[in-house]
């Protein structure tokens, strides 16, 4: 899921599909009614039965409450989670079954500030303590990832998820 202001590139498809899933890709123009895209992505998530989020910026905030709601594991790249954009349009979820949650905040981010980011994290985390959240802090990278780093972080998320799946 991309940001407001931004399309999932052609590398990043193909590094999902280099590692092995098959990607799934809308290209959203995001509407003034926040709660129609919660709801439209929730609904293509569970006709297509993907199993694997991954989102950046405000594809990332979706992607985080999409996660809880439907129990799929994720990775967030620079999610929106900001306190002034939890108030204004947060979905109402029905549970928090979110099995596993990587984070990547480019330590340089000039859009999405990552310690107000990782606060928030860390303390909803609270809420649903058997999820397993890693949050990888990259110095010198701003809101936008390149392809080695974007492609690095798929591999090490499918590589926890393999792990959880072989504790079940």
Known sequence: MHGKKRQIHDWQIRSIEQAGLEAFTLKMQYPENPKKPFLMLRNYILANQIEFLIGRSHGGFLGYWLAEELGLPCLLINPNLSPHTQKQITPTTSKRD?????????MSDEI?????TREFLEKDHSKNPSK?????????????LNEKIFSKMVNFTLTEIQKLHSSI
Do not use: A, Q
């Not at 999405?112 to 107000?116: I, K």
């Not at 397993?132 to 936008?144: A, S």
């Open 132 to 144: 397993i959240l890693k949050i990888k802090m990259l110095e010198n990278i701003g809101h936008h």
């Open 112 to 116: 999405v500030n990552p310690y107000r």
């Open 98 to 106: 979110c099995s596993l949650c990587v984070n990547v905040l480019g």
